[in-house]
């Protein structure tokens, strides 16, 4: 049986050590191709190794997680990636899985937890932690409410704007690129129902989302 190729993206130098080591182990079945210490760098080396699956990481500067899987996504990557994070916020979750990710697991999820759901990753099956799955569902069940409801990324780069601050300096820094704010901005002024800046400011205040002290 041919083992499964992965690619592991990741800004945390241990966390990749841990990570190679326990998919290297003799008789695992898996064969680790590379490894990568953001986003960017993780696409490049999606394309040009063609892994089964990417586990990726999503908060990472210098190119964080949800761009790359959106990314690939565009690129038509045959690769699945199974996104591997502490994080299991709404504001992580729906974003990864929208730009694309099979699945979703957390840092402490047990070894075997973690190697059949990279097995499963590599047959195309969708593969969701129990509190990713249950965020999911909710967020399935109430969309009048998520829908209008800024994110904590959305709320932060709201108050930015509030600021004066230009496309270029937010995405700096915020570690995303000037296309990923502009995205946010479409997505802040159609919850907020307005059409430009300033409207959106205007708003925020009038919602509450930013504060007048």
């Known amino acids: 049986m041919t083992d499964i190729t992965l690619l592991i993206v990741d ?3 241990v966390v990749r050590d841990g990570l190679r080591g326990m998919f290297t182990a003799e008789g695992s079945g898996f064969r680790v191709v590379g490894e990568a210490p953001d986003g960017v760098r993780g696409v490049g080396l ?3 190794l063609d892994p089964d699956v990417v586990l990726m990481d999503l908060r990472m500067p210098g190119g964080n997680g949800v761009d790359a899987i959106a990314e ?5 990557a045959r690769s699945r990636v199974l996104v591997l994070t502490t994080y299991d916020t709404d504001t992580d979750t729906l974003p990864a899985i929208e730009a694309g990710a099979t699945g979703y697991l957390l840092k402490d999820a047990p070894r075997e937890e973690l190697f059949a759901a990279v097995r499963a990753a590599a047959e ?4 969701l932690s129990p ?3 249950s965020r999911l569902v909710t967020a399935v069940r109430t969309p009048a409410v ?3 409801v800024l994110s904590a990324r959305e709320a932060e780069i709201l ?3 509030a600021k004066g601050t230009a496309n270029r300096a937010i995405a700096a820094e915020l570690f995303i690129s000037e296309a990923t704010v502009k995205t946010h901005l479409t997505h802040i002024y159609a919850k907020l129902l307005v059409n430009d800046r300033a409207s959106a400011v205007a708003a925020g205040y009038d919602r509450g989302i930013l504060g007048r002290g």
């Open 131 to 133: 509190a990713v799955a």
């Open 159 to 161: 108050a930015l704007v």
């Open 11 to 13: 800004d945390h130098p």
């Open 72 to 76: 690939l996504t565009r690129r038509g």
């Open 46 to 48: 999606a394309l040009e």
């Open 124 to 127: 195309g099956r969708t593969v």
């Open 146 to 148: 998520t829908d209008r």
